[in-house]
């Protein structure tokens, strides 16, 4: 099966521009993940859908991040305005029914690099 | 926040030698499970416990996993070169929120 496909690869912006990262996920996974990486550190949890329905989103900086997952497939990540600590690599992952023993899926990421 | 921490954080080893890795969660867990991540790629599942179970294999891993203590570890048994990347634990919870750790970096010699 195909894997969860991630675009842009990578990224470079300046500081208060706006960028989006796309994912689709593995098709029939109603689970989509947004994680943020920074270097050196382990995937932070930004949001989680479930379909087209946000279970939680604790620890996205509302104020200049937001997501959207249409008809429950596809999802957007935003940035505007992007701050020189954003840089980092955004990774979606996506996940089967519960009760599975695979785990998640995770696409490739995009590396943002703010200036 | 990050779910718990992993230790050590930086482990070197020569091919052939057993690699164990262990990890310390804070909160109650479902399930817990282990990525690895090669060097700019993304995250690959490695293997899932769940919080009834005390010991899993798969291939040359054997995870364990304590939950009065909280703990778990990831054992690779005769290591290769391939192997060398950054090891991950997870932490599960019921409804589908998998919260990291900060990794542990393993460097096998040939």
């Known amino acids: 099966e195909a894997g969860v496909a991630q675009s842009p690869r990578y990224k470079i912006i300046e500081k208060r521009q706006s960028v989006a990262f796309w994912c689709n996920p593995i098709s029939g996974h109603a689970t989509l993940y947004w994680y943020q990486q920074i270097l050196g550190q382990g995937p932070k949890l930004l949001i989680q859908?479930?379909?087209?329905?946000?279970?939680?989103d604790s620890q996205l900086p509302k104020d200049r991040f937001s997501a959207e997952r249409l008809k429950g497939v596809d999802s957007t990540l935003k940035i505007q305005p992007a701050k020189l600590e954003d840089s980092a690599v955004y990774l979606c992952a996506s996940s089967g029914p519960r009760g599975s023993n695979y785990g998640y899926t995770f696409g490739s990421g995009t590396r943002l690099t703010v200036v | 926040s990050q779910q718990g921490e992993e230790d050590p954080q930086a482990l070197s080893i020569q091919e052939g030698e057993n690699a164990t890795m262990n990890c310390s969660y804070k909160?109650?867990?479902?399930?817990l499970q282990w990525y690895r991540q090669n060097s700019g790629r993304g995250l690959v599942h490695l293997i899932l416990i769940r919080s009834n179970e005390r010991e899993k294999h798969s291939g040359r891993l054997r995870v364990t996993l304590d939950t009065s203590k909280k703990s778990s570890s990831l054992l690779i048994t005769a290591s290769r070169a391939a192997d060398t990347a950054s090891y991950f634990c997870a932490g599960g919870t019921s409804y589908g929120k998998l919260t990291f750790g900060q990794g542990t970096i393993l460097t096998v010699h040939p």
């Open positions: 859908f479930q379909n087209n329905g946000v279970v939680d």
């Open positions: 909160t109650s867990i479902n399930n």
